[in-house]
Each structure stands twice: as structure tokens, then as C-alpha cells.
């Protein structure tokens, strides 16, 4: 199962068919790490055709199990694929309340433009700093114009 993580991030295809049937399995059977990766697959066209609608199905599966990776791959389809913002903005909270840097920065954008919530600068520059003590670097060049608004 790690092994078919680390693929899809880097970014390299399935081996073969057998591997997609064998997460397709686990992801039915409830594996939520399957479940994430057998999205990617559909996100990303990796052993499969491309499939929004696949890949959303799969994500929302292992978000709701707990998975941040789930959460915050689930929030960023939905942004940049036009889909609900205001479920990409829970799940991306989601994601962020869990620790996870990407997300703490992506949420505190959300919230700095509005996207899916109303607009919330002070919000947004909890969240860069969150991300900033992390070693986020983009959060913490953001999170430097908040002009103290953040306390420690």
C-alpha cells in the first residue's frame, strides 16, 4: 500500500490493471488508504482514464474515515476542478486542524479570498502562522503582512 502512495505522488503509472483491481477491492472492502489511493488513480489518470466523478467518489470515502491526505486532496479537486467551495473549504479545514501544513496554508488563502467562506483576514493569518511554525514558507511570507494580528 505505501508503495502504491509513494507512485502516485512521484507521479508513476500503475505496473498493470492487477493493481488497480487490487485497490479497487481494498477501497470496496472499506481500506481507506485504498480508497485514497484508488482516487489518486481517477485524479490523475494513473492505471485508469481520468474520472472526476471517480475520483471525488473515492476521496469523499477516505476523507470521511479520517485520512488528511484524503481531506486535503478531496478540498483541492474541488477547488480546482469548480466544484463546491464550501466542501473544499470544510475539508480543507479538516485537513489543517489535523496538522497538515499544505492545508493550514491552503485554508488560510481560502479564508484570505473568500473562497468558500466569507472573507476572514485574521483567520487567515492564524492559519499561515499555524503553518509558518511548521516551516511553511509561502504561510510564513504571508503570514510576516499580518501585522502582529496573530498572537503566539
Known sequence: MLTLILLLALGTALAAPADI???RAGAEAGDAW??????AAYDHGMGVEADRQQAL???RRSAAQGVVEAQFSL????????GDLGEAARWMRA???QGYTDAQ???GVMLAEGMGEGRDH???????QRAADQGHVEARDRSADCGGI???
Open 95 to 97: 485537513a489543517a486542524e
Open 105 to 107: 496554508y491552503l485554508y
Open 150 to 152: 496573530v498572537e503566539k
Open 57 to 59: 467518489h473515492w476521496y
Open 34 to 39: 485504498d480508497q485514497l489511493n484508488l482516487g
Open 122 to 128: 485574521q483567520g487567515a493569518c492564524l492559519w499561515w
Open 75 to 82: 478540498a483541492h479537486l474541488l477547488v480546482n476542478s469548480a
Open 21 to 23: 483491481d487490487n485497490l
